[in-house]
């Protein structure tokens, strides 16, 4: 995670931040959702990016150096890496009618999470399966109930490295503490 606002220009590239033609984000939108309101996608920096490969690279060549099993397959061939979705609400008009431009609202989450990443006061990032998933564990009523301040809903996708769900070995601690490390690193945004 990146928790200073004064990284955010490593975050973003300096040309092409925003752009409306990327077909990751596109086709789940295209087939789960009724009404898409406006969007917008952003790509990380270089540096960012990687970053995310290399601790893709870490766990496809942790999950090779063991013994292969029937689980290790998907780790060893992309890191397990998936497309997840989180929701939130923004007060903005980030991304309709073309806006690229982020925020300072203390209320508008979305915005605050592409400038400085996900909250570091947070234990743990929920991410959803399916845009679906996300869109409905958001109820329907936040915009009603909070209409005064322009709240509207919004779901980020995220490219996640899963790796594995649990660590066996004999250097169990020291492999789970380089884990958390690891995760803690790379758990951001890409």
């Known amino acids: 995670m990146i928790y200073s606002p004064a990284l955010y220009a490593e975050r973003f590239s300096p040309k092409n931040n925003f ?3 990327t ?7 295209q087939s789960s959702w009724m009404a898409i309101q ?7 920096s270089f540096k960012i990016l990687s970053m995310f490969e290399e601790h893709r690279e870490y766990v496809k060549l942790k999950a090779a150096r063991n013994e292969v099993r029937k689980r290790d397959e998907r780790c060893i061939a ?5 497309l997840r979705f989180h929701y939130s609400t923004f007060v903005c ?7 690229s431009s982020l925020c300072t ?21 929920l991410t959803l399966s ?12 936040i915009e009603e109930e909070f209409a005064f301040m322009n709240v509207k809903r919004a779901i980020l996708v995220c490219r996640v490295v899963a790796g594995h769900i649990g660590i066996i070995g004999c250097d169990e601690d020291v492999e789970k503490a380089t884990m958390k490390k690891r995760a803690k690193d790379f758990n951001r945004l890409g």
């Open 19 to 21: 752009s409306n033609n």
């Open 23 to 29: 077909n990751l984000s596109n086709r789940p939108f």
């Open 38 to 44: 406006g969007k917008i996608s952003f790509k990380s």
């Open 78 to 82: 992309d890191g397990n890496e998936l």
């Open 93 to 99: 008009d980030l991304g309709i009618n073309g806006n």
């Open 105 to 125: 609202q203390q209320y508008c989450s979305i915005c605050g999470i592409i400038r400085s990443g996900f909250s570091a006061k947070m234990n743990g990032i």
């Open 130 to 141: 399916s845009i679906w998933r996300a869109h409905v564990a958001l109820p329907d009523e």
